[in-house]
DNA sequence: CATGAATGAGCGTTCATTCAT
DNA sequence: GATGAATGAACGCTCATTCAT
């Protein structure tokens, strides 16, 4: 191959894109993303057909990224709480050092190119924690509620906990704790 | 262009950009929204004057009556849980009677258009569910938490339950109760 | 209506269209055809949805404007020879008149935008020349072949004719005359 | 760039060219061409300096062709209308042989690539059969007009017939005939 | 020389907004 | 005020051509 495609390449526009996305929306010009990401016009599109394949492998990546960082040193000795509030921690802490991600996941959340299927797919991601959540409302209040909903609980009060931390840095810990202990009361 | 004449043709409009929005997003072009309306492309813009101004009327006005509805038949001699499982009902149902207006409020609560002086301004029509939340949590886990904080929780409870009864609305009621007791148990 | 929509700048468009596409090829860009009408970029797609739209109703337009032509002053009373030769005789002058419009007919000709079914369509505007043709070759020497054989013949010779009267103007009638006489060798 | 290696290659792509230009007209992307030829995109130009260039050369490969295979077996004892025929005949039996290069030939004929020198360059390939046309109408009813005038006219009467052969090739023959008498009652 | 990724000018089309009627 | 044609900046995407490998 002359020039292989570089997985560079595609990395900066992603992380360009990301960028772009935060200052501009998701409506911001491809070229935007491209002069972020130092490559011509053109070259977006042999790393991605269309724009919208764009956006869905962002989302994609971004989800996984989020996904493993959950489980980072995650141990299995620790009690059923500890490792809940691990993760929980883990998942705070990755949103309070990517702000600009976690922006723009929220903005993908509601795009028309974030088809279902690629939502169910990539819910999978998580499966691990949902089997942490599984477990951790087996014997709680909401033992006897859909899981899916316990699910969109979960996200629901993260959502909440990880906006306000980033709204006050300066207690983030804090209001770590009190949105895992708001969580641990529902669930566990 | 001040006071247009008639509020007919501005609610037909706001109306029609709800529907409009929620087939083809906020970035649905304008021609739509007035056909949809049943009026000439360049009276939109006798009503608003330009598309973002457009987006921040039905913000506000989707909103407001949606506060508005919280508190519908909402009577004072009852219990503090009593009268704010009656808000919570109302909220849901609110929801599940209007599809179209949540999925919308979900677009715009990441659009540009929306400020954060909208934000603001608009969060205030929550106050009376506010000052109950107030009295709710006063002796609750959440008692030293900052209120905002607690507000952004109760919104998220809000929103997965919603969310939840529209992808099941067979048990909706059932979901309506399991929400409200998750949030119970946080604040109250 | 608030501006109805004008036959006037369709037809500058169209005009503007003949004048580009015989400088630039039928590749040329939109952007010159409007500029030549005097509009703006997008008026020409309030008039024609897309460029084909536009190729297909100049190729139309022309195909019924050069019939039209061949048919003017004709008279009932005179000889089969006289009526054919006064058709064959507008029909060079018309080309003669108008080589720019004659010169994009033949790239009309092979243009992708222009279907079989337009061709059809526009064939049928010299169904007075083919009765005449019908008539003319009825004794004649082809009058066993293919009508549709015979009308290819007369239209290619046609068109050589025109193109040599158009290379050679000083003897023009010369020609119009040399190449009737040829066709009438053929068919009559 | 002055000598490609592989005259293989060059031929290859210029079967391509004709292959893909039928099939999507003169427009058609060079990376097209070069995948149906089997190549990299880049080695094209390594054949041909721009698109232009194969344009131009594809003309004139495939006049040459058809030039050639005019005179196959063309023996100089048989008398004028015997050789003309068998020159003709080949000509038809070319086309029909050939009918992507032949349609080509006709996009070819408009084509903004195509200059009139080339024009001219390629018009004497046919020098031999202009020798048999010039013999021939000697004394026919077209001995006064310019020999250019009867060329035209006898490549025109040239291509109605190809046309009507290739949309009739049940009776492909007897239009070559048909076609070929009616040439001969104008020039012979 | 062959390869195919990189380049960027260019194109058809859209659409918020303006304005003549 | 209502209308809808006019405007032109902007955008996504293409493609001939170049050039690093």
Redesign the pocket.
């Known amino acids: 191959?002359?020039?292989?495609?570089?997985e560079d390449?595609r990395i900066a526009l992603l992380e360009a894109a990301v960028r772009v996305f935060v200052a501009?929306g998701l409506?911001?010009?491809?070229?935007?993303?491209?002069k972020e990401a130092?490559?011509?016009?053109?070259?977006?599109?042999?790393?991605?057909?269309?724009?919208?394949?764009?956006v869905q492998q962002l989302y994609r990546e971004l989800k996984l990224e989020m996904a493993s960082a959950l489980l980072r040193g995650l141990l299995e000795e620790k009690g059923l709480r500890e490792r809940f509030f691990h993760v929980w921690s883990n998942w705070m802490h990755w949103a309070m050092s990517n702000p600009d991600k976690l922006r723009v996941l929220a903005l993908l959340a509601v795009s028309e190119d974030v088809t279902p299927e690629l939502r169910v797919e990539v819910g999978k991601f998580m499966w691990k924690v949902e089997v942490l959540l599984e477990q951790s409302r087996a014997n709680g209040p909401l033992r006897d509620a859909p899981i899916a909903f316990v699910g969109e609980i979960l996200t629901s009060l993260a959502n909440a906990t990880m906006g306000f931390m980033a709204s006050d840095p300066e207690n983030a810990e804090q209001h770590c704790k009190t949105g895992f202990e708001a969580l641990w009361r529902v669930i566990g």
């Open positions: 191959m002359a020039r292989p495609k570089s390449k501009h409506g911001a010009p491809t070229a935007l993303i491209s130092g490559v011509a016009n053109g070259t977006l599109f042999t790393y991605f057909d269309t724009k919208g394949e764009l």
